[in-house]
């Protein structure tokens, strides 16, 4: 199906996306305000808050996902300018240390819990009240090829994408009489600065060249490739949309099928 295709799917929806002011979360939230959707995003990046309210139709507001005031704060904010919530995408997420387990400083794990899970907590927390006003909506977790196997190097990483898809099937269950679909969409590696990063920190930690990484990481997937922003930000689209109103409780990988995060190359 094809993105223009996938713009006619479903109008008029009260969407908040987290970490939405750049990168994948920018995707999502331009993809359905394409839709004539009212989008509101919050962001860390004041800079990218401030980028994003310039060039778009939705609106940006900083805020840290990691803080629970701010969160409630948040959502008491979404309510007033969206007039209530259809959509609620966690995008919002950090890449935690590259290491192994005994070299992690203990302060790089608990912030990578602070953002990945401990977030989704929060936002879940304040959306589902919101959702269930409006009689039905859905969630979408955008969780990791990370949260279906094992991530040599990224374990607090992984510990935290795993943990995101006992939460989609759990809330989904609490949820699902309330017609709220709850899932998780699993990227592989995504086109963009952040995979650079990764691979940047991942050849410096082995201290290989990163173009070896770059060619390991291609080789671990089925079609050889990394994958677009645009490409989740459809599948998001398409969960939200009538087409996936019979779609709860799934992980559904858009990542060209990972076969092993399990790097060849010696530790």
Request: hydrophobic content about 40%; glycine content about 8%; aromatic content about 6%.
């Amino acid at each position: 199906m094809q993105q223009s295709e996938l713009l006619e799917l479903k109008q008029n929806l009260r969407v908040v996306v987290t970490a939405g002011a750049s990168g994948i979360g920018k995707t999502i939230a331009e993809t359905f305000s394409k839709t004539g959707s009212k989008v509101l995003v919050c962001d860390i990046s004041e800079q990218a808050v401030k980028e994003f309210n310039e060039a778009n139709s939705g609106v940006a507001v900083l805020a840290d996902i990691s803080d629970v005031h701010q969160m409630e704060t948040f959502f008491d904010e979404a309510r007033k300018r969206l007039g209530g919530l259809d959509v609620l995408v966690n995008n919002a997420g950090i890449a935690g240390p590259t290491a192994l387990i005994e070299d992690i400083d203990p302060n790089d794990w608990e912030k990578t819990i602070s953002v990945n899970l401990n977030g989704l907590f929060y936002c879940m927390k304040y959306a589902l009240p919101m959702l269930k006003q409006a009689k039905g909506g859905s969630i979408i977790n955008i969780a990791s090829s990370a949260a279906m196997m094992g991530y040599p190097l990224r374990s607090p990483y992984s510990a935290t994408k795993w943990a995101m898809i006992g939460l989609t099937k759990t809330i989904a269950m609490e949820a699902g009489s309330f017609n709220i679909r709850v899932n998780a969409i699993c990227p592989g590696s995504v086109n963009g600065p952040r995979i650079e990063q990764v691979i940047k920190n991942d050849a410096k930690t082995r201290g290989i060249d990163p173009e070896k990484i770059r060619q390991t990481y291609l080789n671990q997937v089925s079609l050889h490739t990394f994958i677009d922003a645009h490409d989740i930000a459809n599948i998001a689209l398409f969960l939200a949309s009538p087409y996936g109103k019979n779609i709860s409780g799934q992980t559904i990988g858009v990542d060209g099928h990972t076969e092993s995060l399990s790097n060849p190359i010696n530790l």
